[in-house]
Structures are given as structure tokens and as C-alpha cells.
């Protein structure tokens, strides 16, 4: 059994089995991650994996769709995309009902575009 630990929902644990899709047990367990679509179509289930981010599996072709390269490097994935095989710690920022990337880079993903 792996441990996942959802910090942005108050460090709730949940344990699951190895090659377990993070989203689904995030459902399962009430873990809180954001979703809407939970196929890596609308990029909403952004989180970070702040540890153990070796404990997860290769990244996929959807994820690259709504995820930049340095995001990647800093731990971020889609859950809905992800499955773990050993403990992870996970948090998310939300804005507009929607998981997003924060603190990498100069262009936030997803960040609102100010108005002219």
C-alpha cells in the first residue's frame, strides 16, 4: 500500500494500492484535489507533488498539453493523469475553480490575463 498525504486539505492520509491513479483516490478518500473532466482534457486537476515525486509514473502526452517542461521540473502533473507507487505528499492552489501553477517560471499557467 502507498500513503498519500493531501496537504492542501489539511494533511488528510489516505492509503491505496500501488499504481493507484492519484484523482481517483483523491475522490475516493475526499482528498480535495480539483477536478471537472478527470480525463486530461480541461488541465483543472493541476497539482504539485511535493514529495516523492519518484514515486510516480512517467509523464503522458495530455499532461505536456497543460503543463510546461519547467513545470515538470518542479513537481507539478495532472492527477487525473498521474499514478503513484509510493508514498507522495500532494498540494494545489485553486483559482477560478481550476488547479494551478504557481511560482515557476514568469508566466503562471492558467493566470488571468489582465484587461486592457
Known amino acids: ?16 494500492p500501488e499504481n493507484s491513479n492519484l484523482l481517483r483516490v483523491s475522490l475516493k478518500e475526499k482528498g480535495g484535489i480539483p ?4 480525463g486530461g482534457l480541461c488541465g483543472t486537476c493541476k497539482c504539485r507533488i511535493e514529495e516523492g515525486l519518484e514515486n510516480t509514473d512517467a ?3 495530455k499532461e505536456r ?10 513537481g ?15 498540494s494545489w492552489v485553486v483559482q477560478n475553480g481550476k488547479g494551478v501553477v504557481v511560482g515557476v ?5 492558467d493566470a488571468p490575463v489582465p484587461s486592457a
Request: proline residues 6%.
Open 65 to 74: 498539453k497543460h503543463l510546461r517542461p519547467e513545470d515538470f521540473e518542479a
Open 1 to 16: 500500500m502507498v500513503q498519500i498525504t493531501f496537504l492542501s486539505n489539511g494533511g488528510k492520509v489516505a492509503t491505496a
Open 35 to 38: 477536478f471537472k473532466c478527470g
Open 59 to 61: 509523464v503522458k502526452p
Open 76 to 90: 507539478y502533473r495532472m492527477a487525473c493523469q498521474t499514478f503513484v507507487n509510493g508514498d507522495v505528499k500532494v
Open 105 to 109: 517560471g514568469a508566466d503562471p499557467v
